[in-house]
């Protein structure tokens, strides 16, 4: 079975700093898809990038970019000059394209909550 | 457009009590799923549909059952809650293959007392 890991709890940082979340993932199939999605606090899960197993292409949009290395398994997401409306619990998640045993949704981590400080 | 909305909103449920959450969708979506969050859990599937009139059972189904008698609803049941079931309920759709993102509701809070 597929798993992922977000092994950063919580990560607090002062406005304006860097931040990288990790993100590792473990499945046999060679085919998938990553996802992250943020959750801020008023609850709802907004979806922020989607990347196929075979584009490993690093992706930047404005102050974010994902690192997708298929070597170490991982899709890390950093945001650049972080600032306070970045707080919220960020997830990773895994889908794989052909899926067997029923289990058709995403694998999600446990999310790592952000905490932007001014 | 108004996206994936979910009925109702709170809920708190005596145990033994049943209900339903209905989940809704005008995005014309064939997939609907139905995620439970737990704190430290992240979100776990519970059961999931890909078209109109056909359900199947995610990762953690037991105690619930679900519907998908239109394809732009989907609901959630509880016959018979119990407190190991409040959680935040999330329901979400996508397009019918598994390359897309799902796009969520705004989530249900139930508390069982």
């Known amino acids: 079975a597929q798993k992922v890991t977000q092994a950063q709890t919580e990560i607090s940082v002062v406005e304006k700093e860097d931040v990288t979340l990790d993100c590792v993932y473990e499945?046999?199939?060679?085919?998938?898809?990553l996802f992250w999605y943020k959750q801020p606090p008023s609850g709802e899960l907004v979806f922020l990038i989607r990347r196929n197993s075979f584009d490993e292409q690093n992706e930047i949009s404005g102050r974010y970019s994902w690192n997708f290395q298929k070597s170490t398994s991982s899709f890390n997401f950093t945001i650049t000059a972080s600032q306070v409306v970045d707080s919220a619990v960020y997830f990773c998640a895994l889908r794989l394209l052909h899926s067997g045993g029923g289990a058709d949704g995403l694998t999600f981590g446990k999310g790592t909550h952000l905490i932007i400080q001014p | 457009n108004a996206g994936v909305t979910q009925t109702p909103k709170f809920r708190v449920l005596k145990t033994g009590q049943s209900m339903t959450l209905l989940c809704a969708q005008d995005?014309?979506?064939?997939?609907m799923y139905w995620y439970r969050q737990d704190p430290g859990m992240g979100l776990r599937l519970i059961h999931y549909s890909v078209g109109e009139g056909t359900t199947a059972k995610g990762e953690v189904p037991d105690g619930y059952n679900v519907s998908r008698l239109k394809k732009q609803n989907f609901l959630l049941g509880l016959e018979s809650a119990a407190p190991s079931q409040t959680s935040v309920y999330f329901c979400?759709?996508?397009?019918?293959?598994?390359?897309?993102?799902?796009?969520f509701g705004p989530g249900t809070r139930l508390t069982v007392t």
């Open positions: 499945t046999r199939d060679t085919t998938y898809y």
């Open positions: 995005m014309n979506h064939e997939y």
């Open positions: 979400a759709s996508s397009y019918s293959t598994r390359a897309y993102e799902q796009y």
